[in-house]
């Protein structure tokens, strides 16, 4: 049982920040790869950042420089650092869990909004 929860979303300001986090209730969270995807309405849901179990960490273009990945393995917990966060940030920001190779190892969370004004 692998069970994403979202938190930390809200409205900011264009230039402001936020810290998402994804605490994940597994039994081998240090194991996981786990994925931020944003979808903004009615656009494709896209990959924000993605840390793997050794800590690597991988950003979409549009966000590097100015969001940061990290893990937690103590308090099962990942989080999504956004700085400078700009209206074109705004979406519902989903955290996945990838628990083993294939579909049905993914695990998602319900999603957080965040609303960036101008």
Do not use: H
């Amino acid at each position: 049982q692998v069970q994403p929860v979202e938190s930390g979303g809200g409205l900011v300001q264009a230039g402001g920040s936020l810290r998402l986090s994804c605490a994940v209730s597994g039994r081998t969270f240090s194991s996981y790869v786990i994925n931020w995807f944003r979808q903004a309405p009615g656009k494709q849901r896209e990959l924000v950042a993605a840390i793997t179990n050794d800590g690597s960490t991988n950003y979409a273009d549009s966000v590097k420089g100015r969001f940061t990945i990290s893990r937690d393995n103590a308090k099962n917990t990942v989080y999504l650092q956004m700085n400078s966060l700009k209206p074109e940030d705004t979406g519902v920001y989903y955290c996945k869990a990838v628990a083993g190779r294939g579909a049905g190892y993914d695990y998602w969370g319900q999603g957080t909004q965040v609303t960036v004004s101008s």
